[in-house]
């Protein structure tokens, strides 16, 4: 089973920077995709950015310009740097990725990590 582990959360001023890890493990043959997701309080669970297999990438709307996903192969591990900050960014982080493992297809969560934006 492909289990993955976040990183980075915390407390940050408006404007300032956060980077977010999330390393996975496992008996892992690929990745097709690795995704981060966030939760506010009271608000559904929506689409950060996203990196296909191919490296084509996918950003929600209210953090295109800010945000930047990327990825290290090598460690099976993908990256959220999170600039200029604003307090509505504040939410539970969720790393997924969609993994091929030796059952077949994964659909993987990360355990989530909190970020605070504060005014």
């Known amino acids: 089973q492909v289990q993955l582990v976040e990183s980075g959360g915390g407390l940050v001023q408006a404007g300032g920077s956060l980077r977010l890890s999330c390393a996975a493990s496992?008996?892992?043959?690929?990745?097709?995709?690795m995704a981060w997701y966030r939760q506010a309080p009271g608000k559904q669970r929506e689409l950060v950015a996203s990196?296909?297999?191919?490296?084509?990438?996918n950003y929600g709307d209210s953090v295109k310009g800010r945000f930047t996903i990327s990825r290290d192969s090598t460690k099976n591990t993908v990256y959220l740097e999170m600039n200029n900050l604003k307090p509505e960014d504040t939410a539970v982080y969720y790393c997924?990725?969609?993994?091929?493992?030796?059952?077949?297809?994964?659909?993987?969560w990360g355990q989530g990590t909190l970020v605070t934006v504060s005014s």
């Open positions: 997924n990725m969609i993994v091929r493992a030796t059952r077949g297809l994964e659909n993987s």
């Open positions: 990196m296909s297999g191919g490296g084509s990438t």
């Open positions: 496992g008996r892992i043959f690929s990745i097709n995709i």
